[in-house]
Antibody, heavy 121, light 111 residues
Framework: QVQLQQSGPGLVKPSQTLSLTCAISGDSVSSNSATWSWIRQSPSRGLEWLGRTYYRSRWYNDYPLSVKSRIIITPDTSKNQFSLQLNSVTPEDTAVYYC???????????WGQGTLVTVSS | QSALTQPASVSGSPGQSITISCTGTSSDVGGYNFVSWYQQHPGKAPKLMIHDVSNRPSGVSNRFSGSKSGNTASLTISGLQGEDEADYYCSSYTTNSTLKVFGGGTKLTVL
């Protein structure tokens, strides 16, 4: 059974960097049939896909244009986890952040527990 | 403003069937068979109910079914039960810069 365990601070100051980590059990971040994403949810923006990392003989990343200039998602094979860094945050980045796995044959089938991140001074 | 349009709310009585629509464009819902549906209970992460328009993951009740016609996808829940009361979200692959889009969500109330 795949499990995703999120960790990271719940409060970030404006203009600083939001950092979250998602530890994977029951699968490998280097899997050739899965992708690893970050998704956030807020009342004003709904569900928003932030990007993904995945391994297919080499590492790939995909990001939507809306956050591409200030986001990095990185895998850590030694700890079997992946991380999110979102730079230059504003109060509009306040949301519940989820990590999620997508299998090549389906979609987001496993999710982390969610982390409420508030951007406030 | 979500990329995919869903009704804000639907309701039904136990045992009845309901259908939730999800309208997009030819760049997303209409152009690809990569529509998924998620169920979310308050305070919980979304749960995948349907993928690739009409495929149910293992363990999801066969009371849940999906379909698509043109730019509109639909989720049908038959034999409504109290535990089905939740928010439902559709999502789709898209060719625009977003790559993945979600609907605004539909609140299902079981009367």
């Amino acid at each position: 059974q795949v499990q995703l365990q999120q960790s990271g601070p719940g409060l970030v100051k404006p203009s600083q960097t939001l950092s979250l980590t998602c530890a994977i059990s029951g699968d490998s971040v280097s899997s050739n049939s899965a992708t690893w994403s970050w998704i956030r949810q807020s009342p004003s923006r709904g569900l928003e896909w932030l990007g993904r990392t995945y391994y297919r003989s080499r590492w790939y990343n995909d990001y939507p244009l809306s956050v591409k200039s200030r986001i990095i998602i990185t895998p850590d094979t030694s700890k079997n986890q992946f991380s999110l860094q979102l730079n230059s945050v504003t109060p509009e980045d306040t949301a519940v952040y989820y990590c999620a796995r997508a299998d090549d044959r389906s979609d987001f089938d496993y999710w982390g527990q969610g982390t409420l991140v508030t951007v406030s001074s | 403003q979500s990329a995919l349009t869903q009704p804000a709310s639907v309701s039904g009585s136990p045992g009845q069937s309901i259908t939730i629509s999800c309208t997009g464009t030819s760049s997303d819902v209409g152009g690809y068979n990569f529509v998924s549906w998620y169920q979310q209970h308050p305070g919980k992460a979304p749960k995948l109910m349907i993928h690739d328009v009409s495929n149910r993951p293992s363990g999801v009740s066969n009371r849940f079914s999906g379909s698509k016609s043109g730019n509109t996808a639909s989720l049908t829940i038959s034999g409504l039960q109290g535990e089905d009361e939740a928010d439902y979200y559709c999502s789709s692959y898209t060719t625009n810069s977003t790559l993945k889009v979600f609907g605004g969500g539909t609140k299902l109330t079981v009367l």
